[in-house]
């Protein structure tokens, strides 16, 4: 069973303060994507990584896919209320046209004002 | 606003009873993703249609089942339900980027059985 686990569960920062959230797996992802879910709303896609090493910048966001395309982390500098929310990294195990993502545990972030 | 509509936003129904689920993708997006969030599960894929096929399973009960319509509006049959089956239900459609495809989700069906 192809599981991705992330941590830390919870993360509640005062706002300006970094932090990074990781998302780690046994398995090989041919691509792995961020999401961030608001209460009662759906995912929303934040990145997509597809080459082992590769970093992607969104603003304050930093998003790495790990050399070997198991693992990820998301950094975010100078946090704000605004990133309150879950985020959730998915990876799609097969590539092509089923793309059965698999969703890690979820990350709660709560920035205080 | 991803374009991906769901209805109904709310359903509160009664243990052994059956609803529908309805999805529309964005448009232009043939294949149609379900998936159901529970708070001990997380986020579980259940099943992907494309251009009215079934394309893959994942963690569908035999309880539940899904089509795919020539419109490409999708929908998901919940039947003999169980308390267990209280969750948010998400559609998604996806559009090809390179070699990865980015799935969209809409704003989700929130089922409770009572």
């Known amino acids: ?113 | 606003d991803s374009g991906v509509t769901q209805t109904p936003k709310h359903l509160i129904t009664a243990t052994g009873q059956r609803v529908t689920l309805r999805c529309s993708p964005r448009s232009g997006d043939l294949s149609v993703y379900w998936y159901q969030q529970s708070l001990d599960q997380g986020l579980q894929f259940l099943i992907q249609y494309y251009n009215g096929e079934e394309r893959a399973k994942g963690n569908i009960l035999e309880r539940f089942s899904a089509q795919q319509f020539p419109d490409l509006h999708s929908e998901l049959n919940l039947s003999s339900l169980e308390l267990g089956d209280s969750a948010l239900y998400f559609c998604a459609s996806s559009v090809a980027v390179g070699v990865s495809y980015e799935q969209y989700f809409g704003p989700g069906t929130r089922l409770t059985v009572t």
């Open chain 1, 1 to 113: 069973t192809q599981l991705l686990e992330q941590s830390p569960q919870f993360l509640s920062i005062q706002e300006g303060e970094n932090l990074t959230v990781y998302c780690n797996s046994s398995s090989v992802f041919s691509s792995l994507q961020w999401y961030r879910q608001e209460p009662g709303e759906g995912p929303v896609l934040l990145v997509t990584v597809v080459t082992g090493g590769e970093v992607k910048k969104l603003k304050r966001l930093t998003f790495q896919f790990g050399d070997a395309r198991k693992d990820s982390s998301l950094h975010i500098t100078a946090a704000q209320p605004g990133d309150t929310g879950l985020y959730l990294c998915a990876g799609d195990p097969y590539g092509g046209a089923t793309n059965k993502l698999i969703f890690g545990t979820g990350t709660l972030l709560a920035v205080q004002p």
